[in-house]
């Protein structure tokens, strides 16, 4: 018996079915803990790692401003991918425990880097703090 090789496609054993390719970010800093849950995005195009607070009323994840009234002033996750809820509120998924790289998250101007890590290690969110491995510089 003789087996034949495939050539089609990049993936020769299945054909029409190629490698997956992503860029690294660098936001995961360790997987020790690292816990996610789905919820709705309610406002707003944010990228991932966006720091979130939750809207008590409704459950919603928003970005988390300091000085919202709202019950997202408190910072509860990240932003697992880039997602878009400037038309309605949209699907996503929420880091809710884990290590991260702090140059790779984003957070509104209400908050310094010094007064948003303890508050999200209160959520279970460990931050690291810069360090030229965990550059959030363009890996090419």
Known sequence: ?????????????IPGIGPESSVADKLIAGYKNLVTTPGFLGAGALQRGTVLGQIAATGQFVDCVKTAVDGSAAPCGLLVDDSNASAAAVPC?????????ANAISFDASWTLATLQPALRQSGINLKLTSASLSNADPT
């Open 93 to 101: 998924s929420v880091y809710t425990s884990g290590e991260f790289n």
């Open 1 to 13: 018996m003789t087996l034949l090789y495939n050539p089609i496609g990049d993936a020769p054993e």
